[in-house]
């Protein structure tokens, strides 16, 4: 099952979408995150979907911006599965929430 990891500001000094090259300091990240403006992620797999942990052998992309990371999953959701609904793993502060991508849902996370 794909997971996506909020990355902690604290973990870097600077951030860089490999998306689309959006770039901030950890400062910035940390006030745009705060306010919902932004977050950054680590997307992978996770074996167990009870797992909260994303194994560094199970990394897809290690840093990907809100806006590329559901664009992805959005894709992967019409194009890799069959009922064009993709189930995935939200974690956040080591607490893991499942949320699934479909055509109905529109304007990514934040909106
Ligand atoms: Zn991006």
Known sequence: ??????????????????????????????????????????????????SNVILPDDIIVDCLCHQCLYTALKDEAEHGTENGELKFKLIHNGMGHFSVINNERQGGFFS
Not at 26 to 50: I, N, Q, R
């Open 1 to 50: 099952m794909y997971a996506a990891e909020v990355i902690a500001p604290e973990e870097q000094l600077k951030f860089v979408c490999e998306g689309c090259n959006l770039e901030y300091t950890c400062v910035d990240y940390h006030t745009l995150l705060t306010s919902k403006k932004l977050a950054y992620f680590t997307l992978g797999e996770v074996e167990d979907p009870k």
